[in-house]
């Protein structure tokens, strides 16, 4: 079946680092690509997304290109902040016609925490 | 900006119980989803609704659970007897329809449940 692999967390950085979170998927068909931030004590936001291969999404200085010969898409951040601090989550959504319900499959989530 | 609501944000019970999580969605979107995530695990899909129906529904979601949308607001999950298994943040989500696919999942802050 479908399905979202992150990198193992946490990941911990000093402010103005470069961020690089790993996902990579296992999709029937041409998936549109989410990732979403957890803040502490908040529910799921949308950071960005992707619907077809060589998309880039971007939002808030983050970007991830949408590879389907590699089945990624990595996030990237040039300089992060300490209000980065936050649970990610690479996530799937299969096209309607393989998936008539429209759900997203989520990566296991990749927490971030950066340090002044 | 439109929100999707959850009310409440905490839910202690005793097992054996039943609950009802509540959920408004944005106003004029067709799709809803129920997810969940237990402490520390990824966000697991339960279910989605469309037109008055369940139009999928995964592993997780047994007889036990049942979602309605008793009036042009409201979403809302059931649990009919809960197992301490059962403990988890419950989220919501609501889309609409674009050019007949589903556009992007906006998610409520979560209703913590806590099965004793």
């Known amino acids: 079946g479908d399905s979202v692999t992150q990198m193992e967390g946490p990941v911990t950085l000093s402010e103005e680092a470069f961020l690089t979170i790993n996902c990579t998927y296992t999709?029937?068909?041409?998936?549109?690509l989410f990732w979403y931030v957890q803040y502490p004590g908040e529910g799921l936001q949308l950071l960005l997304k992707?619907?077809?291969?060589?998309d880039k999404g971007s939002n808030k200085g983050f970007e991830a290109t949408y590879r389907k010969e590699t089945t990624s898409f990595h996030l990237e951040k040039g300089s992060v902040q300490v209000s980065d601090s936050a649970v990610y989550f690479c996530a799937l959504s299969a096209p309607s016609f393989y998936n008539q319900g429209g759900k997203l499959i989520f990566g296991q989530g990749t927490e971030l925490s950066v340090k002044p | 900006e439109p929100e999707v609501t959850q009310t409440p944000s905490h839910q202690v019970t005793q097992m054996g119980q039943e609950v009802i999580l509540r959920c408004v969605p944005i106003?004029?979107?067709?799709?809803f989803y129920w997810y969940r995530q237990i402490l520390g695990q990824k966000v697991e899909f339960l279910v989605s609704?469309?037109?008055?129906?369940?139009?999928?529904k995964s592993e997780i979601f047994d007889d036990q659970f049942s979602v309605e949308r008793p009036d042009g607001s409201n979403f809302t999950l059931k649990i009919r007897s809960t197992k301490l298994e059962d403990s988890a943040m419950y989220f919501c989500?609501?889309?609409?329809?674009?050019?007949?696919?589903?556009?992007?999942?906006?998610f409520g802050p979560g209703t913590r449940l806590t099965v004793l």
């Open positions: 609704f469309y037109n008055n129906e369940i139009s999928e």
């Open positions: 989500a609501s889309t609409e329809e674009l050019a007949g696919v589903q556009d992007t999942q906006y």
């Open positions: 992707a619907t077809k291969a060589d």
């Open positions: 999709a029937t068909g041409y998936p549109s």
């Open positions: 106003s004029n979107h067709l799709y």
